[in-house]
């Protein structure tokens, strides 16, 4: 009952707790995370790289494990990565300011 319960828990969690956005290159991703600040902190964000490959029964995965060639794509990757959590940070300023003109995107 109770791994039951862990079990629910934990699927509740994955199916709420959606990432901020995806930023692929090539078969590695960067998986944004928007982590609620606390104490009056503002929100936080953290990233994941994984590499994406299909299974022998043809379903997509995702691993940590990243070989010499993925490193390479990360050099690209994580400028972009940069990139969007700022703009991300941008546009949860201006809604904390009440800021009606601001357009995702930097504009």
């Given at each position: 009952m109770v791994n039951q319960q862990r079990k629910d828990k934990t699927m509740t969690?994955?199916?709420?707790?959606?990432?901020?956005?995806?930023?692929?290159?090539g078969g590695v991703k960067g998986v944004i995370w928007k982590n609620a600040g606390k104490d009056g902190k503002p929100d936080r964000y953290s990233v994941t790289y994984?590499?994406?490959?299909?299974?022998?029964?043809?379903?997509?995965k995702d691993t940590p494990s990243?070989?010499?060639f993925d490193n390479?794509?990360?050099?690209?990757?994580?400028?972009?990565v940069a990139t969007r959590i700022a703009e991300l940070k941008t546009a949860d300023r201006a809604e904390a300011n009440g800021d009606d003109n601001y357009e995702e995107g930097g504009q």
């Open positions: 969690q994955t199916q709420t707790n959606k990432p901020a956005d995806t930023i692929r290159y994984v590499r994406s490959y299909t299974d022998a029964n043809g379903n997509w990243l070989s010499e390479l794509k990360l050099g690209i990757l994580i400028p972009q």
